[in-house]
């Protein structure tokens, strides 16, 4: 007998990979230049040239068996230093190696801080849209209760009416998701204030704390020179989670961190159970190659403006074709409405053009679907033509 909930969720791959899969085999039939790709997260930008040459340096210069052996399961401390002061000197924070825990990405920086703070009959309130995986590791790693919250599609700000309505005495954390995948949106510093208010009355409501789980992998992807606010400065009781994966384009390595302010009610504790989650998930330690390489390259980001020039490319050429949709301020993610109700149908529309997009009930938010544009922009060019066509079949333009 085996775990059936495993078996499961092994063999039913996510929607967004089954559209990846749908789209290489496509390609093979008619060539990869002729699908129009836009359903996976995988940075389309090289990571910048640090990276390579930090590589190359510790690979020459570093005993290997120093390079490649264990580190603490904390992090190497002038790593997590490294993490500190960049902090510091981007938010004005008073951060220290302390507060850092290196981590395999940010989804390991999640699994384990839903795993250190869960405790039985514990619910994670996880406001729409949302990344699909949260509700995998809260019912699965934290064994807990996701409580979905409604999107405020007129924004993709929290919708703070429904949020109210759904804290409660077994509220243990909110996850929050700025730069937002799927919608873009970035969360305002009235947002966040209010966020703030709202978690702190409730703590003192129930008499326990509410954690904030802020996941950041795309905090630095943001355009127009919007001011993203720094969550731990609203709010004590928060957790980043945070990752290289997007920033650095490096996906694959597996690097982030949890980060654990020294504001946060019984930190040294509440430190000591991330390290026993760390440890009881398996994860040893983070690579110990790629700490080194974010240590150096911290602050440094991949060439984001090429995600700003696709958002302008494609954001114009939808409103041009009659789509309707929310400007993302962030991240490479644009969520237009459907032009029918029923998002799946229009999907299914669209990939008859092998135009392949997620469709939005995935995330929470159904009538939508999500375009991830971290491609090529030439292929957005290529592509805007198609999305006109669609539009013209439903006459909305
Ligand atoms: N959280 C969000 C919102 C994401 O979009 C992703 C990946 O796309 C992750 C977490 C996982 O990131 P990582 O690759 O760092 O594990």
């Known amino acids: 007998m085996i775990s059936e909930a495993m078996t499961g969720l092994g063999k039913k791959r996510s929607t967004i990979r089954e559209i990846f899969e749908y789209g290489n085999q496509r390609a093979k039939i008619v060539g990869r230049e002729n699908i129009f790709d ?44 490294a993490m500190a002061d960049s902090l510091n000197s981007a938010y004005g924070t008073n951060f220290n190696k302390d507060c850092f825990y290196m981590t395999v990405g940010a989804a390991a920086s999640l699994c384990i801080v839903l795993k250190a703070i869960a405790c039985p009959g514990d619910e994670f309130i996880v406001p729409a849209p949302y990344f699909p995986e949260y509700k995998c590791w809260i019912e699965n790693t934290a064994n807990a209760k996701c ?53 702190e009355d409730a703590e003192k409501k129930w008499g326990h704390p509410i954690y904030l789980i802020s996941d950041e992998p795309y905090r630095e992807i943001v355009f127009d020179g919007f001011k993203r606010p720094f969550v731990t400065k609203y ?3 928060t957790f980043i989670c945070y990752s290289f994966s997007k920033s650095l ?11 654990i302010p020294d504001e946060m009610e019984d930190n ?33 980001t991949a060439d984001i403006s090429i995600y700003n020039r696709n958002r ?3 954001y114009n050429g ?70 006109k066509k669609l539009a013209a079949d439903y006459g909305i333009r």
């Open 38 to 81: 836009f359903s996976l997260g995988n940075p389309s930008v090289a990571p910048p040239d640090c990276v390579t040459e930090e590589i190359r340096k510790f690979v020459s210069e570093e005993r290997p068996e120093v390079l490649h052996g264990y580190t603490s399961a904390t992090g190497l401390e002038w790593v997590r230093q």
């Open 147 to 199: 409580v979905l919250i409604p999107a405020d599609p007129t924004s993709f700000q929290i919708n703070f009416g429904e949020l109210e309505k759904s804290l409660s005495e077994n509220t243990k954390a909110v996850i929050i998701n700025s730069p937002n995948n799927p919608s873009g949106a970035v969360y305002s510093e009235e947002t966040v204030k209010k966020l703030a208010s709202v978690l």
């Open 235 to 237: 709010y004590k009781n």
């Open 249 to 259: 384009s490096l996906p694959g390595e597996r690097i982030g961190y949890v980060l």
């Open 268 to 300: 040294r504790d509440v430190y000591a159970a991330v390290c026993g989650a760390g440890r009881i998930l398996g994860y040893v330690n983070a690579p110990s190659l790629f700490q080194r390489v974010v240590g150096k390259c911290v602050g440094k």
């Open 312 to 314: 302008d490319v494609l």
């Open 318 to 387: 939808l409103i041009e074709a009659g789509y309707s949709c929310v400007k993302p301020q962030g991240a490479f993610y644009m969520f237009p409405k459907a032009p029918e109700e029923n998002e799946y149908a229009f999907c299914e529309k669209a990939k008859k053009y092998d135009l392949l997009l997620v469709p939005g009930t995935d995330f929470g938010c159904p009538g939508h679907v999500r375009i991830a544009y971290c491609v090529q922009t030439e292929t957005i060019e290529r592509a805007l033509p198609v999305f």
